[in-house]
């Protein structure tokens, strides 16, 4: 009986001994809970009520930066750090701008980042109207002889978001070329698909060009605008504008990226990136862009946490200084490079339901793609054959060689809000908010535990 005993004591060790240290994810379970778990809506509730807006290298930002690293701190995250970097940092001023003739009409207008300023006097001048990026683009250097350029466009709305990619333009570098051809200031119509009186603000970039006064009008001004051109134009009178913008550069500031970890059992096998960017513009409360991103990822990672220790480790980065040029997202990448990492995610397209699934991996990973189909198909996500890009923040680390998959949210409506003062937390909508964290974490048990070959390509710069 002794012996007998002694037997089943050394088989018991040897099962104990010979299990996994790692936990094995029923994603079902992490589903259901996902669909019941408000950890992401609490997240962005306390972000947004707590710290609200962030632009980038400002104080506003510094409290985030404090506020989240007591917050993944709280939720139990391990290896929590912040580091720092340094950027040129833009503020905005007052913003007030009038149609003075032929017909008398306020506009309501916002500063786009790294606008000049008109001074404290003000400016006015003639509108040249453009219809088209194009058309401004079209005409030669120096001949607007310091009249006011005015584009217009026609931004549609996409389930996607792809219209953004090209009528962009209007805003990414539409005020180089204004300032290229002589203008004075550039007024744009605001790069969105809302009706509401509110202008969209974001970044511009002017190159080696002279910085000019650059300001986008809500929609509802600039049709009203378009609509006193083609009149005055039949009175044979120019349209004059009277505008002042008094943003200011503050010098260099500190921004920096909040890091968290769940180690992994096996420190050999590359790591998971996910995130979002913690920085947002200010006329809002940034809960749509990004605080939904930071939210989503976090809330499906503390999800994997308390299932158990994955095999690799998961990584979360809230970026900093995003907006204003990626620039949390191409310091994490010089610091930490390509070498050591598998698949980078990110979150930021808002809250709407997750609708698809894009995968950039190495070749011979077709079983590890149809196993994350498969389980994502219970939430309605179907798979897409466009490569994944790992969102905004992550494209420096994958264009490293880093791999990527992303998962696609429904942005019907998030060109209503971007960048625009109903950025706030009553647009979200918590149910969809749960869709995406389940959606989420259904990735991560399985990549997370996943031995394929997904380590980085290293790419030479």
């Not at 939720?75 to 007030?96: H, K, M, Q, S, Y």
């Not at 002017?206 to 650059?214: L, R």
């Amino acid at each position: 009986m002794k012996h007998l005993s002694t037997g089943f004591a050394a088989l018991a060790s040897a099962l104990i001994f010979s299990a996994p240290a790692y936990a094995q994810f029923n994603v079902a379970e992490l589903q259901e809970k996902a669909l019941a778990d408000d950890t992401a809506y609490e997240i962005v509730e306390g972000l947004t009520t707590e710290v609200g807006p962030r632009l980038a290298g400002t104080e506003a930002e510094a409290r985030a930066r404090d506020w989240a690293v007591k917050k993944l701190t709280a939720l139990g995250f391990a290896n929590i750090r912040v580091d720092n970097f340094e950027l040129p940092t833009w503020v905005r001023g007052e913003e007030v701008a009038q149609i003075i003739a032929p017909f008398p009409h306020n506009m309501h207008i916002t500063a786009l980042g790294n606008s000049a300023s008109t001074g404290e006097d003000g400016m006015e001048g003639e509108i040249v109207h453009f219809r088209t990026l194009a058309d401004l683009q079209a005409i030669p250097d120096n001949s607007l002889n310091g009249k006011i350029a005015y584009v217009s466009h026609d931004m549609t709305r996409t389930q996607d978001g792809s219209s953004y990619g090209y009528f962009g333009g209007v805003r990414f570098f539409g005020p180089r070329v204004a300032s290229e051809k002589g203008a004075s200031a550039m007024v744009i119509r605001s790069v969105g698909t809302d009706y509401h009186r509110n202008p969209h603000t974001g970044n511009t970039s002017f190159g080696d060009a002279k910085p000019i006064p650059a300001g986008a009008i809500s929609i509802p001004d600039a049709e009203n605008l378009d609509r006193i051109i083609e009149r005055a134009k039949t009175l044979g009178e120019p349209v004059r504008i009277r505008m002042k913008m008094t943003p200011r550069n503050i010098g260099v500031q500190t921004s920096g990226n909040v890091i968290a970890e769940i180690p992994g059992s096996d420190p050999s096998l590359p790591i998971i990136v996910i995130g979002g960017h913690l920085d947002s513009w200010d006329l809002g409360t940034g809960a749509v862009d990004d605080g939904a991103g930071v939210a989503i990822t976090t809330a499906a990672a503390k999800l994997i946490k308390d299932a158990g220790q994955p095999k690799r480790t998961i990584r979360i980065v809230w970026f900093g200084s995003e907006e204003v040029g990626i620039w949390g997202g191409r310091a994490y990448a010089e610091k930490y490079g390509a070498k050591g990492h598998a698949i980078a995610m990110e979150s930021d397209f808002g809250a709407g339901r997750i609708y698809r699934v894009e995968f950039k991996l190495p070749e011979g990973n077709d079983a590890l793609k149809t196993e994350i189909t498969n389980a994502l198909s219970t939430l309605g996500i179907g798979p897409w054959a466009a490569p994944a890009s790992g969102g905004p923040d992550n494209g420096p680390l994958v264009r490293l060689g880093v791999n990527a998959i992303d998962l696609q949210q429904d942005g019907t409506d998030y060109f209503d809000l971007h960048h625009t003062p109903d950025d706030t937390l009553d647009k979200i909508d918590p149910a969809m908010m749960k869709q995406n964290v389940a959606a989420w974490v259904t990735v991560l048990s399985i990549i997370a535990n996943s031995e394929a070959d997904i380590a980085a390509r290293p790419v030479e710069q």
